[in-house]
């Protein structure tokens, strides 16, 4: 007998909405944890970009794994074991919560803290983060099973996915760190998670019900849909791994050669996600050839101005060209990994591939590149394989189309090693440079042959620059780039004399004379004439015997205050500064002026934390990552662990020259509310003084009676610290850059 099959229930709502909404909370969960997280770890590791790249390559990483289980997970076990083993896992996950380090967290201080890292990410937020990685690619094989009109291609939803994390990226800066507090936001998020677990259970009793399998397997009939071939699959490989190397150096490229302004990593994510949504949408069949065409013509520009000659281009400007050129080489490249999407009984492995790819481009930047490179010299290198990736590289006769590069390659060789008075034709090689730029767009239709190109200007380009700025010492650590440049100034009689100068990224942070008379002469931000000289000079009759602090080792200029019976402590985060400023062929100061002062590796907070209370006369807060001071060091309760450990009569100097943050509003909050006295000089030099600049320092006392005679003195302008309103008091648990820019 037969019975006519039963009809399937209709759902009271599309399943569209269901699946895309589980799916943009995800997406949304992933990109607040991140910088949420991110915002917890910083205080350990003094604020510097790498902790960002770290935790980059940790999620891309487990990114990957969960990925990894969403493909074993569908392509092994039929619907109903598939919806078994997940919600276990959701069950198993709420354990994890809430995400919080784990306790006696404390990074090591004599090596590099990468490992370190990316094991306390696995212990605080491996789980959680873990299966919120596999919600994308199982909800879209699930929902390819659900019978819906659009199931045949589940690949839009990824726009939906990319929408949320773009919305809690922009979000978390502008909206939730002003308003919501750090154990607030862990809270928040827990019960978010609980909710995500809830719908994605939702999503699979809606894939039950829709019986499209039975209880043994999912059964697959052959649609002549053939798996794709290896060559295929490691293009996709290419087409992700690039784009996401290029993120992660250009964000260390703006933020450590351009500006060292906060909170600048957001742009380049926010590109990168935003190419997805525009890949992944209805309208990428007119987009993608537009970006196709347009990438060749933008590289001109941004070759001629942002490499061969930056100068000519104010900051601003160069920026948003490197941005522009980024937008273009991942929108060839996710179109192009968006055009060869397969079909969705191979979902899983497209985004399975995807993913490793996006891993390697985060280990070679996080791993590889640090270790093989002394400068971020894997964004150009990126730059030529995005080139490379253009569609077409297998088109024509590809000997042909390396000649001319070859050539040119050959040509500027020959330079290099046969002209001794080189510099006297830089502004003819410039201007060949730029006439190159020009001819790469005549090789745009030959991946090849502009890829190349590109690739021997960037060479000659990187090179001349090197030679140009006269670097004698440059070494990358996990705490970025540090150089040692030599110049020429003229001196008090207009002679010239060679000034070795400390540089990590862009930002000077030390400078030497080295002629006999001036070689122990603290310059820069801190001159004798400057506020931090001026404070040593009124204090001079009786800080024979202080004890003295001092976060931030720089070029050691600071050293040179010093007396014989008073003991120095300096406390710097980064070992590769102690070995410079310690070593007498870069820098003097410590070896003549202070060979006995005590150095301490490690974060300043943790660092202090441990020394006897009320033991120092003098604490000195000079601390920068680039031109930004750790947050962490400017919070409620950091002020109130340094005034723990001064006497009661000691003295705090904080130096908070900053062109973008007005610190002053953060210690003036700190100030009014622990009921301290302050004094603000914002220096500026008088006449043309060598390497003596201008720098603003604050000055803080629990006795008014300490720096009234400060006040009063006649070397310098001290005033009071205005007051701050309306300013939300930053801790340890609230800090919020964009209430203080300028």
């Known amino acids: 007998m037969n019975s006519a099959p039963q009809p399937i229930a209709k759902p009271l709502f599309s399943p569209v909405f269901l699946f895309a909404g589980t799916l943009f909370i995800s997406a949304t969960l992933m990109f607040v944890l991140q910088p949420m997280f991110g915002k917890i770890l910083l205080p350990l590791l003094g604020g510097t970009p790498a902790v960002w790249n770290t935790c980059m390559v940790f999620y891309q990483a487990l990114l990957f794994f969960g990925y990894l289980y969403a493909h074993w997970l569908t392509s092994n076990s039929g619907h109903q074991r598939q919806i078994q083993v997940h919600t276990a896992l959701l069950i198993i996950s709420i354990i994890a919560l809430p995400v919080a380090l784990p306790p006696g967290t404390t990074p090591p201080t004599d090596s590099n803290p990468t ?44 726009a939906a996915s990319n929408a949320g994390s773009l919305l809690a990226l922009l979000s978390y800066p502008f909206v939730i760190e002003p308003q919501i507090g750090l154990a607030d936001q862990r809270l928040l998020w827990s019960v978010a998670y609980g909710l995500l677990c809830l719908l994605v259970i939702a999503c699979a009793l809606t894939l039950w019900r829709s019986q499209i399998d039975d209880d043994n397997g999912e059964t697959i009939a052959d649609d002549g849909n053939d798996q794709p071939p290896m060559r295929e699959q490691l293009h996709w490989l290419a087409l992700a791994l690039v784009p996401s190397s290029l993120l992660l150096g250009l964000t260390q490229f703006i933020s450590t050669d351009i500006a060292a302004v906060p909170l600048l990593w957001i742009v380049p994510l926010t590109i990168y996600l935003l190419s997805f949504i525009l890949v992944f949408s209805k309208w990428a069949d007119r987009i993608h050839p537009a970006m196709v065409a347009a990438q060749p013509a933008v590289l001109l520009v941004f070759i001629a101005y942002s490499f061969i000659n930056p100068a000519t281009l104010p900051y601003w400007l160069d920026l948003i060209l490197h941005l522009v050129a980024f937008f273009l080489a991942i929108m060839v490249c996710h179109g192009e990994l968006a055009k060869r999407r397969p079909h969705t009984k191979y979902l899983t492995r497209f985004y399975l591939v995807m993913s490793f790819g996006g891993m390697l481009g985060g280990l070679f930047n996080t791993f590889v590149a640090p270790f093989a490179f002394n400068a971020v010299y894997e964004y150009p290198i990126m730059i030529v394989a995005a080139l490379l990736l253009r ?41 060949a440079l730029i006439l190159l730029a020009g001819l790469t767009y005549s090789l745009r239709n030959s991946p090849i042959g502009l890829g190349l190109l590109t690739a021997v200007i960037l060479l000659f380009t990187l090179g001349l620059h090197s030679m140009a700025s006269n670097i004698l010492y440059q070494k990358r650590s996990f705490f970025g780039v540090l150089s040692v440049r030599e110049t020429v100034i003229a001196d008090e009689n207009q002679r010239p004399e060679k000034v070795h100068e400390l540089y990590h990224g862009t930002t000077k942070h030390g400078a030497e004379r080295l002629t006999a008379a001036n070689i122990t002469t603290p310059l820069t931000y801190y001159s004798r004439p400057g506020p931090i000289g001026q404070l040593f000079s009124e204090f001079d009759k009786e800080n024979r015997d202080w004890h003295i602090g001092a976060v931030g080792l720089g070029a050691g200029a600071l050293a040179c205050y010093s007396k014989e019976h008073q003991h120095w402590k300096f406390y710097e985060i980064d070992p590769l500064v102690v070995k410079v400023a310690e070593d007498p062929t870069w820098f003097h100061y410590l070896e003549r002026c202070n060979p006995r002062a005590e150095m301490v590796v490690g974060d300043a907070r943790l660092s202090l934390n441990k020394e006897a209370d009320s033991s120092f006369d003098l604490l000195i807060m000079d601390a920068f990552s680039s031109d930004a001071v750790p947050t962490h060091l400017l919070t409620r309760e950091a002020l109130e662990l340094y005034f723990s450990k001064l006497k009661d009569d000691g003295l705090l100097a904080f130096h908070i020259t900053n062109r973008h943050l007005a610190l002053k509003k953060v210690l003036a909050d700190h100030v009014n509310a622990l009921h301290l006295e302050a004094l603000l000089q914002e ?22 009676e300490r720096l009234q005679r400060l006040q009063q003195s006649r070397l310098g302008h001290w005033q009071k610290l205005p007051l701050s309103f309306g300013l939300k008091p930053w801790t340890d648990d609230f800090t919020h850059i964009i209430g203080i820019w300028k």
């Open 115 to 158: 490992l370190w890292l990316i094991w306390t990410l696995f212990l605080a937020i491996g789980m959680p983060f873990f299966v919120v990685s596999t919600t994308a690619p199982l909800l879209q094989k699930w929902f390819s099973h659900c019978g819906h009109h659009s199931s045949h291609d589940p690949y839009y939803l990824y």
């Open 683 to 704: 220096f500026k030099p008088e006449g043309d003084v060598p390497l003596v600049v201008a720098t603003d320092w604050v000055v803080i006392s629990k006795r008014p």
């Open 391 to 431: 569609p077409g590289f297998f088109n024509g006769r590809w000997f042909l189309q390396i000649i001319f590069p070859l050539l040119v390659l050959a040509t500027g060789l020959a330079i290099y090693f046969s002209t001794e008075q080189l510099f006297d034709y830089l502004d003819l090689i410039g201007g």
